[in-house]
């Protein structure tokens, strides 16, 4: 397991751009899977991007928000373009081994809220 922490979140109006940071103790091996899923109120938790090389995104955020990572620095970035009062949740970062399915390592999350 790896140790993460978020940050970057905050208040935003709609329309607007927040970039989420993922920072990761050790070295983020490149053989980790990274993750970022959301939690709105009374939801459950839902995917919403990863990157292993290749980039996924759900449908809801895909040509809006950006995976992207940065192994020298240990970290994992989510841009958020074009953001929506629906975006509204609590940002979890996340890391797998590559070829597991569960996530195993988690970030204490950080709250981002769109106004409209």
């Known amino acids: 397991q790896v140790q993460l922490v978020e940050s970057g979140g905050g208040l935003v109006q709609a329309g607007g751009s927040l970039r989420l940071s993922c920072a990761a103790s050790?070295?983020?091996?490149?053989?980790?899977?990274m993750g970022w899923f959301r939690q709105a109120p009374g939801n459950e938790r839902e995917f919403v991007a990863s990157i292993f090389g290749i980039t996924y995104y759900a449908d809801s955020v895909k040509g809006r928000f950006t995976i992207s990572r940065d192994n020298a620095k240990n970290t994992v970035y989510l841009q958020m373009n074009s953001l929506k009062p629906e975006d509204t949740a609590v940002y979890y970062c996340?890391?797998?081994?590559?070829?597991?399915?569960?996530?195993?390592?988690w970030g204490q999350g950080t709250q981002v809220t769109v106004s409209s």
């Open positions: 050790g070295r983020l091996a490149s053989t980790y899977v």
């Open positions: 996340a890391a797998r081994r590559a070829g597991t399915t569960k996530y195993d390592s």
